[in-house]
């Protein structure tokens, strides 16, 4: 049974919801860039449904620039 399913919550600073999704600690340097605050537990960070969607929106936006970056 993991963390999550027992009701882990929100690794974001200030974020009481239950997290939904379980992410490293590399893959969410994109939401410190951002400036949001995360506390990691064991090198796994939590995040509600809310944060994941914005984590998602600024990773596709990043790929989409590396992608365009490497056709020229």
Do not use: N
Request: hydrophobic share 30%; glycine share 6%; with cysteine.
């Amino acid at each position: 049974m993991g963390k999550i399913s027992k009701g882990v919550a929100c690794s974001v600073e200030g974020c009481d919801e239950r997290a939904v999704h379980s992410l490293s600690l590399e893959e969410t340097r994109i939401l410190e860039d951002k400036g949001y605050r995360l506390e990691a537990i064991h090198s796994r960070v939590y995040l509600c449904e809310k944060h994941y969607k914005e984590w998602k929106k600024a990773r596709k936006k990043i790929e989409k620039f590396e992608k365009w970056r490497m056709m020229r």
